[in-house]
């Protein structure tokens, strides 16, 4: 069966300072790959999503995305934390005509 | 860009009420999904529907019902409300055919409280 793992639930980053995070998923094949994002009692915006024509991929709000087939991940990264970038993550992944969510990262950043 | 309208953010009902829960796409989306989201539970996906009058179960259908007289529009239906079916609900929406890196564009969510 097709999964999709967050590594962490939740991540406290200072102000100022990188943010990780992880995301592995399990599949045969080469998925296509999102990122979303949810603050407070909103919906999930996208921030990035995968394509092929390179493994590092930029989002919006500075966040980048590195795929690694060989390690099946596809890990979350942004230089500096603000503090707008408090919120929930999700790693998505999309097999065939569905998506699969992982169960959330929540962001919080420390001033 | 593309909006996901759902007509209520926040909404109480009763235990036994018949619930709709309704949500419109202005992007000619073939592909309509909702969404159920719990804490630790991520997002379940519930019924979605690739056309009009068409319909699939997903994950969790269980006590949930859909309609979808009109392209832009896909309405959940709780046919007799039940306090374990408190949570957020979130609408989506894709073109089709869909494929590769097309993502899934979502609604604000409505917060349902059953009482």
């Known amino acids: 069966a097709q999964s999709v793992t967050q590594l962490d639930s939740h991540v406290s980053v200072s102000e100022g300072t990188p943010v990780l995070l992880r995301c592995n998923y399990s599949?045969?094949?080469?998925?296509?790959l999102f990122w979303y994002v949810q603050h407070p009692n909103k919906g999930l915006q996208l921030l990035l999503k995968y394509t092929s024509a390179a493994t590092l991929v930029k989002g919006i709000n500075g966040f980048e995305a590195e795929f690694k087939k060989s390690e099946t991940s596809f890990h979350l990264t942004k230089p500096s934390a603000h503090m707008s970038d408090a919120a929930e993550y999700f790693c998505v992944v999309r097999w065939g005509n569905q998506f699969y969510f992982g169960t959330g990262t929540s962001l919080t950043v420390i001033p | 860009d593309v909006k996901v309208t759902q007509s209520s953010r926040y909404l109480v009902k009763r235990t036994g009420e018949k619930v709709f829960l309704e949500c419109v796409q202005d992007?000619?989306?073939?592909?309509m999904f909702w969404y159920r989201q719990d804490p630790g539970l991520g997002l379940r996906l519930i019924y979605f529907?690739?056309?009009?009058?068409?319909?699939e179960k997903g994950d969790i259908p269980e006590g949930y019902s859909v309609s979808r007289e009109k392209k832009e529009r896909f309405s959940l239906i709780l046919e007799s409300a039940s306090t374990n079916q408190t949570s957020m609900y979130l609408c989506?929406?894709?073109?089709?055919?869909?494929?590769?890196?097309?993502?899934?564009?979502f609604g604000d969510g409505t917060r349902l409280s059953i009482l």
């Open positions: 992007m000619d989306h073939e592909n």
């Open positions: 599949s045969s094949y080469s998925p296509s």
């Open positions: 989506a929406s894709e073109p089709a055919p869909a494929y590769g890196n097309q993502p899934q564009h």
């Open positions: 529907s690739y056309d009009v009058k068409m319909k």
